[in-house]
């Protein structure tokens, strides 16, 4: 019996949508206060050139926080900042960066959370995904919230996984866990025993398991779970 549904933020709740010059020059408006001087387009590159490094880190099953994504930016030009400082640049890329909602996920997590207990396992670097949903007033329908920040490490792997379950105290049986990645939603999932159910947007068929093309579906699928 399905007592709980772990969701992925990413493609599967929302699209990140952050104007990216309005961030860099606010980014190199502040760094400078510290004394560092950055273009907004060397900015703007450099911040793409640590995602790439962060993916290869998730390639080891790594994660950072904020602090150190930060740190290796402006590591680039040859300087260091206290964690305040990569603080204030992170609530940069929050305040301006509302997403966009794939569905009315108000609407669904007042459906599902009369029937189940409701979590966030996002591979997040940042605080964004908690704290948009709690700027929202979503987030008192999420029992948990989870960032692979906050242990190091990133879905697929069955450690967090694990680790959200347990705060869930639920068991792996118990729960089901919703996701547009087959990588690392689904069969990090499957590695832990879980119910497993993709967002398939453009209706490819990868998948041969629990399918939707919108969460919105998920209410009647979970029925037959």
């Known amino acids: 019996m399905i007592k709980a549904v772990i969701f ?7 699209k990140s949508k952050a104007p990216e ?6 980014s190199v408006e502040r760094l400078l206060m510290e004394g560092i001087e950055v273009e907004a387009i060397d900015f703007h590159n450099a911040f793409f050139e640590t995602a790439e ?3 290869s880190l998730h390639d080891e099953g790594k994660e950072i926080d904020s602090y150190k994504f930060y740190n290796h930016l402006v590591g680039i030009f040859g300087h260091e900042i206290s ?16 997403p966009d909602w794939l569905v009315n996920v108000e609407a669904l997590l007042i459906k599902l959370s009369g029937d189940y207990k409701i979590a966030l396992l ?6 964004a995904p908690r704290q948009i949903l709690r700027d929202k007033g979503w987030g008192r329908w999420f029992d948990v919230m989870v960032c692979s920040f906050d242990i190091g490490i990133p879905k697929p792997d069955a450690r967090i996984f ?19 990645s087959i990588k690392t939603d689904i069969k990090g999932a499957i590695s832990v025993g879980m119910e497993a ?6 209706g490819t068929s990868e998948w041969k398991g629990h399918t939707v093309k919108t969460i919105d579906e998920l209410p009647e699928l979970l029925k037959n779970i």
């Open 162 to 180: 694990q680790h959200t379950l347990n705060l869930l105290e639920v068991d792996a049986s118990e729960a089901v866990m919703v996701g547009d």
């Open 8 to 14: 992925d933020y990413g493609g599967t709740l929302a």
């Open 122 to 127: 996002s591979n997040a670097w940042l605080e």
């Open 21 to 26: 010059n309005i961030v860099s020059e606010k």
């Open 53 to 55: 490094w962060r993916m």
């Open 197 to 202: 159910i993709w967002v398939d947007k453009e």
């Open 83 to 98: 964690k305040d400082v990569s603080d204030e640049l992170e609530m940069y890329l929050v305040e301006n960066g509302e």
